[in-house]
């Protein structure tokens, strides 16, 4: 699937500024928030929250952040009340995106995110267009060099994986969302790092788009990740490696 979840790799390789990382921050801060207060302050028994606090480490956020973040989701300190707003739309080439938010102020998000449609060649549509294509998974992104296609496939079907699929440079492995946390146990116990492990949105088709469409709808899909309220950006495109990485190298 070379598609956005690889982008999203890229990026993270190429290193993020200052700037990105703080927003970063934001962004998880909010997911922990919520997923806290949803689920509840125990990342044993919380998996949303759980992966969220995988993430923020991951990142390099301070402890003292996340344990904030958890408190105000369950009330132990004051915070803002965040609400789930999912916009769905298309980018050049006919891609469909699908825009996860978390906002205090949906009249506001829903008009920010309309504009940014509009200015990066998009076309925001009504609820319901394209969230048909996607189904949740778990996700894992790892490089091929420290495990053998074999072995790999063996340890992920046993621990509940539905797929594995072999790129050039990585392996791909989905799952239910309720076999994610045994799939990702079963391979770190083998001593296997990944480079994304998420629960993700993954589209049942895609659409393969020529580098001039990729270089728009993959602007279309920064600015939207650059706003503050918005999570996560899901999206179809079927994109060559090569331009993914010759266009990482323009942004």
């Not at 806290?36 to 952040?65: C, F, I, Q, V, Y």
């Not at 799939?183 to 001593?191: H, M, N, Q, S, T």
């Amino acid at each position: 699937m070379s598609g956005h979840s690889k982008w999203a790799s890229i990026k993270h390789k190429k290193g993020a500024a200052d700037a990105k990382r703080g927003r970063l921050f934001t962004k998880l801060i909010k997911e922990i928030t919520v997923a806290a207060r949803e689920g509840g302050g125990n990342s044993d028994t919380n998996p949303r929250l759980r992966t969220a606090m995988e993430r923020s480490k991951a990142a390099n956020m301070p402890n003292d952040n996340i344990e904030k973040a958890i408190k105000k989701g369950t009330g132990e300190l004051p915070g803002v009340t965040y609400e789930t707003c999912i916009f769905e739309g298309y980018g050049s080439g006919g891609a469909a995106l699908l825009v996860e938010t978390l906002t205090d102020n949906k009249n506001r998000t829903s008009a920010e995110v309309r504009n940014i449609f509009s200015k990066k060649s998009g076309n925001l549509a009504g609820s319901g267009s394209v969230a048909w294509i996607f189904n949740k998974k778990g996700y894992l992104l790892i490089d091929r060099s420290q495990i053998s296609e074999d072995e790999l496939f063996t340890i992920s079907v046993d621990a509940g994986a539905q797929d594995v699929k072999i790129g050039e440079k990585n392996y791909e492995v989905f799952s239910d969302p309720k076999d994610f946390e045994n799939v990702k146990k079963a391979i770190k116990e083998k001593g296997v790092k990944w480079e994304t492990a998420d629960l993700t949105m993954v589209p049942t088709s895609t659409i393969k788009i020529g580098i001039q469409e990729a270089r728009q709808v993959l602007s279309l899909v920064e600015a939207l990740e650059d706003h503050d309220d918005v999570q996560k950006v899901y999206s179809n495109f079927d994109i060559p490696d090569e331009i993914l990485e010759k266009l990482a190298s323009e942004m």
